[in-house]
């Protein structure tokens, strides 16, 4: 236990000197009763009372002072709580894939309308973080309990280029608490290159010195909002089965799993863009096949009620963890009823209220 004003403490000294000025004074008034009144009378004149009727009410008062004191020290103890530790990062497809129509407006305002209805439905204490990927991923906000922040951040998602999914996974992972220290799989970088890492110069990451080992790590999942189509790999060399698949064993071995929304109809759309005619297709199976091997759940499609149900899921995970709080008003309160506790003894005993 510490106390933010720990110069309050010396006036428990105060409680000893106070308890040998009242043994002064009760024997200063022994001393006069035996001046004025003769010893053989004095029983029959005086009753006293019982020696726990007078020592119980002043001991409880005493104590009652003594937590007051305390309380104005103001002490703040670590006692274990039940904290809300459940922590999501949500990853948002913004290749141009995204802008094919088969969803009103298009893919990518679909599944920006579905990551702020997430964060909507989502307990006020669940911190939430928002990566953005196309050819690479980029850590727009960490986990956080700032919903303010998260919403801006989606407003700002603009469409770019082709998609990695496997990047987007490698960089939520690593934003998830307890995670940041872990490498990149090898097979994903490139022989001989070093590609940048997408969380450096973050101000608001830890960097600990080394990772925890996974049956430690905290909880984490990463929500993906995507077409399914993946066209870029950091290393070119793998196919795009196998680099999907690196990258949900490295989630896995994490303690991640990956939540996937599909953002797309079957059979794809022919769009317009920038003048000219595409068929952008659909591809939901990567995305199913990324949820299954984490342990995670492909929602298609991702209506209200089926948000309801994965906000439930992983909205609240409730571990026990010391945190820091003051106690002063709990210390008064017990004061308070210790007070009340010797008054109603000294007005039972003695017939008066101290």
Not at 94 to 103: E, G, H, P
Request: aromatic share 6%; with cysteine; proline share 10%.
């Amino acid at each position: 236990m510490s106390f933010t004003w720990p110069a309050f403490l010396w006036l428990l000294l105060l409680i000893p000197a106070f308890i040998g000025f009242l043994a002064w004074v009760n024997r200063r008034r022994e001393r006069t009763a035996e001046a004025f009144a003769d010893a053989h009378l004095l029983g029959s004149v005086v009753r006293r009372p019982p020696k726990a009727h007078v020592r119980w009410p002043l001991a409880l008062q005493l104590l009652a002072l003594c937590l007051l004191l305390l309380a104005a020290a103001r002490p703040v103890a670590s006692p274990p709580l039940p904290t809300n530790k459940a922590a999501i990062v949500l990853a948002v497809d913004t290749s141009r894939s995204m802008l094919a129509t088969d969803l009103n407006p298009n893919r990518l305002e679909a599944a920006k309308a579905t990551a702020r209805k997430f964060i909507e439905l989502a307990p006020p204490t669940t911190q939430i973080g928002l990566v953005s990927f196309s050819d690479s991923a980029s850590a727009l906000v960490m986990p956080t309990t700032d919903r303010q922040k998260l919403l801006e951040a989606i407003e700002r998602l603009k469409p770019a280029q082709n998609t990695s999914i496997e990047n987007a996974i490698i960089t939520g992972v690593r934003m998830l608490p307890g995670r940041n220290t872990l490498r990149p799989p090898a097979e994903l970088q490139p022989p001989g290159l070093s590609q940048p890492d997408p969380l450096q110069g973050i101000p608001d990451l830890p960097l600990p010195q080394q990772a925890q080992p996974p049956a430690n790590l905290p909880p984490g999942s990463l929500v993906i909002l995507s077409d399914g189509a993946s066209n870029v790999s950091s290393n070119p060399t793998l196919p795009t089965r196998t680099t999907l698949e690196v990258a949900a064993r490295f989630a896995k071995n994490a303690n991640v799993r990956l939540y996937t929304f599909p953002m797309g109809q079957p059979g794809g759309a022919v769009t317009q863009i920038e003048g000219r005619h595409y068929y952008i297709p659909f591809e939901p199976r990567n995305l199913e096949q990324l949820a299954q091997a984490t342990g995670g759940k492909n929602t298609y499609p991702p209506t209200e009620e089926a948000l309801r149900a994965i906000v439930k899921e992983l909205g609240v995970v409730i571990r026990w963890e010391g945190t820091k709080t003051e106690v002063s008003s709990l210390l008064s309160a017990l004061a308070a009823a210790l007070m009340i506790l010797a008054a109603g003894l000294s007005l039972r005993w003695q017939r008066r209220v101290p």
